[in-house]
Each structure stands twice: as structure tokens, then as C-alpha cells.
């Protein structure tokens, strides 16, 4: 079944029309703004909306969004897994309430006992002994690089071509048409060609990753263990342990970035999959809305570190933030771990994205779509190719941003929010099976509009 162009340009106008329509007061308030923000919106990707203007946010409460001109929607984003586990999980606004209200203090330059709490509690779940924290994944793996670049007095990092790890300076290379590691496409003021700190390899691709491992100057392979930045791929039997291997035949580390595959599982796809990483970053979801995040280090890479002298690690030496490991920011990564994204919650959130995954699957073949649906535990994503995409180049090139869109507007104006960036689906301990199935509902009737 192909896909008619010229009527898939036309419903995209009216999906657009009839959201300006519905949404009066976000776009005057995203009007007002445009006189006093960088691209009229507090963070520039904020302008990465399918209709046109942003929808404003009025509250938000488990997996239900309430936008300012008084819409509910049923919320598959869950801020891009910053808010996994659900908008405002009644432990983490107790835990944060007493923090900082009643106790007071989250800037104070002090530690609390609540960090070995997390610190523990992330080990028991990564299998890393000790912990370090941030406020973003960007900054555990900026922070990560300069460790095993200190650790191995190596300069490259060795990442998956389409990653994303955040705006992380060696992490924006690619690997071009003809093979060639290249720049990406729009890489904003590169402090140097990322080709000159980096090396790039598609994923699921062993052969690449031990020629460009050879050259024996890679310091770390920062991975995640299943792309989740460019639709879901998957590793391929046996690719993963080929990885580890290799990385430790040529004196490479290997960070596992868990940051949105802890969808896998409590520990991620490093416990799910009985991965062996020596450094394990996180962020967003940890701290159910709060800003935090963190690297885990084994007890080897902790003590090659300790054992060097000269590291500056306690003042201007490149790692670490003022506000990096506050008493506001473990308080809500305690609750969160402790009473909210818990072992039992994981299951059960596991259980409604296969609910998910089949209903897309099931729209997929009644209308013989060319399309695929890919899960990695609570989270599934669907492409615009089948069958799925095997490495990062060949999901890139099955990208469409006008189907995007067309969906995107299609289930906002009908009360279902999916990720921007993304065909993403994401399921919290709030989300409920009535909510997976307006999505099928809604999205069954996005593909007849467009093939019928
Ligand atoms: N790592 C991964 C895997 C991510 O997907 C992202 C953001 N999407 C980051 C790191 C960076 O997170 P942040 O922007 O919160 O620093």
C-alpha cells in the first residue's frame, strides 16, 4: 500500500487548520512570546511541533495533559522520558515538598543521606558499585567522556552513527553516504570537526567497530545498547556480547547511556540483558520530573581513577556542576526509585506497551502498510519501513516528516499526545489500557482518512 502523496499534503492542511482552531490560547500566548524569547519559545526545541505553533501546558497530573485552552490528552510523551514515571507521582512531590519546604534547602553544598541511598539502589539495579550525580544525561556523559579519556590516555570516543546522547561535542558524527565519518547535518558551532575527536560506526555492525577499534587511540564506545533517538533498533543476536568483546580486546571502555533504555527494565537494558558496561550513564526519568541524573562506575574503572595522580576532581579539573548532586534533586531520585518506577511498576508498564505494540501491528497489516512497530520493554515506536530498520543510516533514510506530522496533529487534536522527534510511546505507572486503546482507536482512524 502506498501512500498517496498529494492526498496526504491535503489532510495535513486540515489537521493543521483545525488545530489553530482548537488552540486559540496557545497560539496567542506563543504570539506574545515570539517578542521576548529566542525563537518565541523558552527552549529552541520547543519550535519542533508538527502544526505550527506549540500547544501550552496548563497542568499535567500522571499520564493526563491539560493544555491552556482546556484540553485533556492522554500523554504517550511523558516529556521525552523525562516524566516516565507519570507527571507529578505523589512520592516524588512529597519527597520534594519536605525537602525543600519543610526542611529547606536544595543549593547548600552539603551532601544528604539520600544520595548513598540512590547510589545503592542504582547499583543494585546497573550492577556499578559507585555513583556520581548530575542534573542532565548531557552533562553524566560529558562527564563520563573525561573519565575514560583520563583513565586511558586516549583521545577519541566511539559512538553509533544517528546517536544521540545529548549536546555532547563528540557525539554529533555520523556516517555518510559513502562510508565517510562525517559532521552532522546542522552541528552548531563545533568547537573542533567532531571527526578530529571521534569515530563513527553504524550499529549492529561488528566488522566497522573492530576496524575503527584497531587504530587502538578510542577511549570509550559510548552506546546505548538499542538506539531509541532515530525510532527504536534493536541489537541483533550476539551483536551486543561482540561489542564487549571487542571493546576489551583493544583497551576501549564501554558507558552505556541507559537514559531512555531504562524502558527495558529497573536496571535497564544492562541488568535485562546481562550487559557487563564499565560505566553506566542516566538522566531524565530518574528523578520523576526533577532535574537529575548520574554516571556508575565498576570498582575497576573507580580505582584506575583514584589511583592516578594529578586529577583535579574536587575544583576546576572539567567534571562536575554546582548544583550537581543537591539535596532537592536525590530527595525526588529516592522517591521516584523507591515508590514509583519500581521492579513491579516495570512490569506492568511493560505489559500495556506490548498492549500497544500489537494494536499498531494489527492497523499495520489490515491496511498492508509498509510500516513497522518496535518495542524495547515500556516503550514502543513505530517507522515508516518495514521490516524494522537494523542500524541508525537505514532508519534515517526511512525518515517521513510530512507522515509525522500528519499523525502527530492528527492525534493532538483528538487527545492523544505522541513524542515530537519521534513515533514514541512511552507508558507510566499512570497510564491505563483505555489509554493505549484511544491511541488504536484514534490512530486506526488517521490511517483510513489516509488510504481510503
Ligand atoms: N542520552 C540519551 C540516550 C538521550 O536520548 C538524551 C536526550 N534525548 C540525552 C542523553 C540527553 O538528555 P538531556 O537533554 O536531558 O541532557
Redesign the pocket.
Known sequence: MMIDRTRLARLLDRERAAFRERNPRSAAAYEQARGHLFGGVPMTWMNKTAAGFPLYLAEAHGARVTDLDCHEYVDLCLG?TGAMAGHSPRATVEAVADRFGRLGGATVMMPTEDAAWVGAELGRRFGLPYWSFSL????A?RWAIRLARAITGRPKILVNSYC???SVDEVLIVVGPDGEQVSREGNVGAPVDPTVTSRVVEFNDLPSLERELAYGDVAAVLM?PAL??IGIVLPEPGYLEGVRELTRRYGSLLIN?E??TLSAGPGGCTKAWDLHPDIVTI??AIGGGIPSGGYGLSAEVAARIEAMEGLDLVDMGGVGGTLAGNALSVAAMRATLEHVLTDDAFAAMTELATRFTKGVQEVIDAYGLPWSVTQLGARAEYRFTSPAPRDGGESNAAGDPDLDDYLHVYLANRGVLLTPFHNMALMSPATTEADVDLHHEVFAAAVADLVS
Open positions: 521525552d542532565t544525561a548531557t552533562d556523559n544521540y546522547h545529548g546505548e531509541t533517538n547511556d537514559t531512555h538522566g531524565k
